[in-house]
């Protein structure tokens, strides 16, 4: 079994470093985001690039990693989160509307943010400095959390196929100890068997015996007819 783990781990090890977690971004931009069909607003925008499969969905489970953090009530569809009345401490003390947009395309996410201090009043660079820059530091913090959540899905995935493994293992020494208790007893009817074969050989001697004492006596009465 150790023999078993140490090997696994070590695939494990190779794996890691033979995949690695080449998730790069580019810089954050301001740009008018749509935040429904006939409406834009003010916000942030970064791209992620080199991502694997898993990346959305490690970026989501960021996203919301985060937004519990923040003790933020939200409502989420489709990868796009919203909150309305809120206090972002990591953003501002100022109570806000938050929306967060993730988009696949083409091999690439978008991650973009917008916060509104009032009725569609975006933050911006020019009026909101401090608010802006804690938003565009958030954004490019994502892409650590981002490769942080892959590696914990790949652990979770190693981890249920090592479960996996250990249950075949353990099947395999079932079956394995069931063999060799049928040897057992196989070997233990083979010694009986062997002690039949040399008490019928000992009372065939003997019965050939008396059979050849037998012969002799009527032969011997015949001779005295």
Request: with cysteine.
């Amino acid at each position: 079994m150790k023999k078993i783990n140490t090997i696994i781990f070590s695939l494990i090890f190779l794996f890691f470093m033979g995949t690695g977690f080449s998730v790069s971004a580019q810089n954050v931009s301001e740009k008018a985001i749509k935040i429904e069909k006939k409406k834009s607003l003010n916000g942030f925008e970064i791209q992620f690039e080199g991502i694997s499969g898993d990346a959305e969905k490690a970026l989501e489970i960021a996203i919301e990693k985060w937004l519990h953090s923040q003790k933020i009530k939200y409502k989420e569809k489709r990868c796009n989160y919203h909150a309305e009345e809120v206090i972002v401490k990591q953003f501002s003390d100022k109570t806000s509307d938050l929306h967060i947009f993730v988009e696949e395309k083409k091999g690439k996410i978008t991650l973009q943010v917008v916060q509104t201090l009032g009725y569609d009043l975006a933050v911006n660079s020019q009026d909101h400095p401090q608010e802006s820059q804690n938003i565009r530091s958030w954004l490019e913090n994502m892409v650590k959390e981002v490769r942080l959540e892959q590696i914990n899905l790949q652990i979770a995935t190693l981890q249920d196929n090592l479960k996996d493994a250990e249950k075949e293992v353990e099947k395999n020494q079932k079956t394995d100890e069931s063999l060799k208790n049928d040897i057992e007893d196989y070997k233990k009817k083979i010694a009986d068997a062997e002690k039949d074969i040399e008490k019928n050989a000992a009372e065939q001697k003997e019965n050939e015996q008396k059979r050849e004492e037998l012969k002799k006596k009527i032969a011997e009465l015949e001779k005295m007819k």
